[in-house]
């Protein structure tokens, strides 16, 4: 039966993030992999929604309010001019915005320039639309932009490069000058840029986004994709749209139709109240955001990882492990005390993480010891990379790639502190983290 | 900036049966264009998405007990055996599955065999997907299987049949020796079949819909599509299913990820409530819609329409123009009497309906004399239909074409009474149809 999957489904597995998301809920662990809230959204919001359910708004419908209202406040936060009633396609989650763009602007064989790390979706789109992805490694530990790398990672294939700013899994928040670099690239060759601006408006230190659209230039070229879902903590509505002119607009509405119909009715209807929200709401959404930033820091700090880089936005610290730590191999890690947790982990992580291998110790010690699950970072970058050719650097390349693992502090203070507790208990009697170091072999 | 769009993408238009919807709802017309119902769900499974948000089930989330009931509801519903670990993966809506289904198996070439008419939907995703539809016409009045026909429509491109029954737009539902006509073209061929049964439980006069799974050899190669949104009456929830073999579903699961992320998790709360409803409620479903169904057939026969194929399924009513009716040219009736109505038609009905000109006269005869909308049949045949290749036969071929009206009955009794009431404005003195015929040249 293999033999009937197309190609591309055949290069496809589950998602290691919500794999690692259905282990936390068995095991009952602290889930601090998945990016989405344990606390509730608004009260408005929800009762926005409950309303809409007991009004009937039950059947398909596209609500062109939601437009009015983005494109209003894409005037008044961004100074971006949008025409509500044809730039605008409504989705199903920024995920399906950008599913749908790509069908809208990919042929076979049209080459995408990704910057790495990145989330593990935007490759998966891209397949299915036949093309493929090019990765430009951001540098660690600040992941800067090099200007000279990323243009030569175009050819005459590229079509479009994906831009996701404030980023996952790095919290980098893309500075003008970079996005000059980028608008340049675009310009020059006559490219498309899309966006990922999920984290729009999760951004710390008063540093402010910047939508790749305001460059000269750009807005024509830019298809810009977000949703309700990270802003106000509803990722499971599945409300989302991309911004583009018209033309391109119109395509990825024509494809989203095809692929889902319609975007959830009542929740479609909801998103008025959300996208109608005053200022002091962002601001307090930033706030609380920063102040769980600020405590995770110090907690992870604490027990020994490194943090080089502050994340400027998202909900994400990509972490590093300490340069050195004890060693432990990886069969006496596998003697795991709960029989529960052992089944889980040989049924779920185990296949699942085969290609992440190289960090199953530390997820498995954190499971654990610490009853926490976060993320190997490994699954964030990608074998590809525009690098460096030595032999020394792609070595030294690989084994950055192994050292990170992203934590979601997008959780109640209540959570974070569980997750404090149980994560001393890594610490040993020396104060050093007891973790084991990278293995040996690359999968 | 068209020339940046992909291939497909120049090829998709607006749909059709949604910009009439769009029309209905301007102009305060009764949509009987749209398959949705206009009177609510059942309160049980509102209240169950109520509960689900005010308990905070908004993140994503995969329901794990829809695959519970649905294997169940196989079991005893149709005798099925499916295992709700490994063969079934949740969409948003049945739109969705499908175009995950597409997409896990069709590569680029690879042809598709469809039944004309058909829903306009499925041609987009196998497009989308690389893939060449196929069409095999049903044979008017009663839209039977030809056998020879079908078979000849097998090439060694083909990968895949495409069945929808109970069937949008007629109302077929295909007969046990039909389905093993299919089957056996199937097996023979060692093609696989998907199914779109969202009507499975909306039947009529005690035909059964029987599932294409169950038929010999059938199970391993099928992938049934299904959704909550006809049976429960809620089209906006985005609540759907593929059900296939572990390896298919596997594959369907890990695409439907790319493009989504998740379902509605409110909705999927919700659906547990529905996909436990009992017998009664399929039944007095069945009743309700039945009674719906004879009533609008005699209120379209008693105007003039004919109607020779009674529909067994589904909530739709193919209906053909009288023999004859007096002439009226596109000029005079483009003279409309409300203003509101020209201008939504110069805005929206006529780019839309370019390719459907021919009933264009007829679409707007009845918004503009009885209020109603409808969509024209035309959108439901495609052109290259394997049929007969005389020219006289290729003729008669594309007249029937243009004859068909499709009236969607999902309503409450009221609007059915509203729509009665208008339509019967279009009967002249002498009792016969007042619409002109159709349109000599065809686009």
Redesign the interface.
Known sequence: ??K???????T????PI?EL??LAQRCNAINLA?G???F??APAI?SA??SA??S???????VQGICELLARNAKEMYGLEVDPDTDIAIC??Q??AF?AAM??????GDEVVLFDPCYE?YE??IR???GIPVYVALEPPHWTLDAEKFMSSFTGRTKAVILNSPQNPTGKVFTWNELEIIAEACRSRDC?AVTDEVYEHITYDNVKHVTLSLLPGMQ??TIITSSVSKTF??????IGWAIA?P??A??I???H???????????QEAALTALSSGPDYFESLRRDYESKRDYSIQLLTGIGFQIRFKPQGSFFLFAELPESSPLSDVGASLALTDPKTKVAFLTLIIPCLLVLMVQVEYVKHLIEQAGVVAVPGRGFFHFNSVSSESEESLSACHDYQKRYIRFAFCKSSATLEAAAQGLSELVDTKGCLNLPPPCKTDT
């Open positions: 039966m293999e009937k999957l197309s190609r591309v489904a055949n496809f597995t589950p998602s919500q998301s259905h998945e989405f809230p344990d509730p959204a929800k929604a409950v359910i007991n009937d708004f039950n059947q398909y419908r596209h199903c989650g995920t399906e599913a069908f809208a602007i990919i042929d076979p979706t998966g789109c299915l639309a036949g498309l024509q070229r903590g509803v990722t499971g509505w599945r002119n033309i391109v119109s395509a509405r024509n494809i139709v095809k692929l889902t119909d319609s975007a959830p009715a009542p929740f």
